[in-house]
Nanobody, 120 residues
Framework: QVQLVESGGGLVQPGGSLSLSCAAS????????MGWYRQAPGKQRELVARITRLGSTDYADSAKGRFTISRDNAKNTVSLQMNSLKPEDTAVYLCNVDIETIGYRRFASWGQGTQVTVSS
């Protein structure tokens, strides 16, 4: 009913940049908060950044000053620009979207995840 497709992960050297994108499609009436989480091996999933429908943002301390989240409400997309990447940023990054469907069901949907590896 609702699909999230992520793109943009990969391998980058320390200090480099990557941009992630997540596109939502399906029976969407409205999208509320959109966010990016990450999960490294052996660690709990953690919030990286999120953005409300009106554009208010919230960042993890580790992401402040290096990452920028943005969204396009017309296209139902959310992006994460990551600069000055560090090895500790290595993780699977997952898109999370608070969606209300055309049938007025509201739930949080997760993307499949995209791998980000920061290594020299």
């Amino acid at each position: 009913q609702v699909q999230l497709v992520e793109s943009g992960g990969g391998l980058v050297q320390p200090g480099g940049s990557l941009s992630l994108s997540c596109a939502a499609s399906g029976s969407i009436f409205r999208i509320y908060t959109m966010g990016w989480y990450r999960q490294a091996p052996g660690k709990q999933r953690e919030l990286v950044a999120r953005i409300t429908r009106l554009g208010s943002t919230d960042y993890a301390d580790s992401a402040k000053g290096r990452f920028t989240i943005s969204r396009d409400n017309a296209k139902n997309t959310v992006s994460l620009q990551m600069n000055s990447l560090k090895p500790e940023d290595t993780a699977v990054y997952l898109c999370n979207v608070d969606i209300e469907t055309i049938g007025y069901r509201r739930f949080a949907s997760w993307g499949q995840g995209t791998q980000v590896t920061v290594s020299s």
